[in-house]
């Protein structure tokens, strides 16, 4: 294993170091909650139910991913505050619940009328079909992101919690920016600060 010195100056990009894992690090560029505008049926009941999760932006050395997180995967690992679960909850019908098929309880959107558990597996895998609005590759809807304040500083680090299975690429022009999302009270969404 050799070591290689590099002059550093203004104009240089930033030394984006690669890990053993071939996982990189990223500058967080974006982040935000983002929903599809598609409604998906719930699975018991039929009422129509929106869809969401946590989208970031990842720029790398030459490249940059848009990101679908599951929340499970965002609270899991402590990110969101409880002020932010409590407007989830209010707002997304995003609670925890306990989900007889995982056999454990986890963050996950829930159907508004029957309270029935969705799951999350709209993000990251197309079930029989029923992927939804963010896994299914036939469905072309707009996905609606509204920016969230940053959880980091602009140094690149590592997110490979974000490229876990959990999580799914995002195809950009289906994204539309709106304002802003504002917790009530000003609230930050996320945990520390």
């Known amino acids: 294993m050799g070591l290689e010195i590099h002059e550093i100056n203004a104009g240089s ?3 984006w170091l690669m890990a053993e894992s071939g996982m990189g690090f990223w500058r967080l560029n974006k982040v935000a909650l ?8 719930c699975w018991r009941c039929g009422f129509p ?3 969401s999760g946590l989208f970031l932006e990842l720029g790398g050395r030459n490249e940059y991913h848009c990101r ?5 995967v965002a609270d899991s690992i402590g990110l969101l505050s409880q002020a932010f679960l409590d407007t989830l909850n209010a707002g997304y019908c995003v609670r925890r619940r306990y989900s007889k098929t995982m056999g454990c309880e986890y ?3 829930c159907c508004p009328k029957c309270g029935c558990i969705q799951g999350d597996n709209f ?3 197309n079930f029989k079909g029923r992927g939804g609005v963010f896994s299914n590759p036939a469905d072309t809807s707009r996905l609606t992101a509204h920016m969230l ?7 690149p680090r590592r997110f490979d919690w974000a490229f876990d299975g959990f999580t799914l690429e995002a195809e950009p022009r289906r994204i539309w920016f709106e304002a802003p999302f504002v917790l009530p009270n000003q ?5 520390g600060r």
């Open 13 to 15: 990009p930033l030394p």
């Open 107 to 109: 963050l996950a959107t």
């Open 187 to 191: 609230a930050w969404p996320w945990t």
């Open 149 to 155: 304040p940053s959880f980091t500083d602009t140094d």
């Open 123 to 125: 993000i990251y895998r």
């Open 49 to 51: 139910n929106v869809q």
């Open 68 to 72: 679908i997180v599951a929340w499970s």
């Open 34 to 41: 983002i929903y599809g505008e598609r409604r998906v049926p």
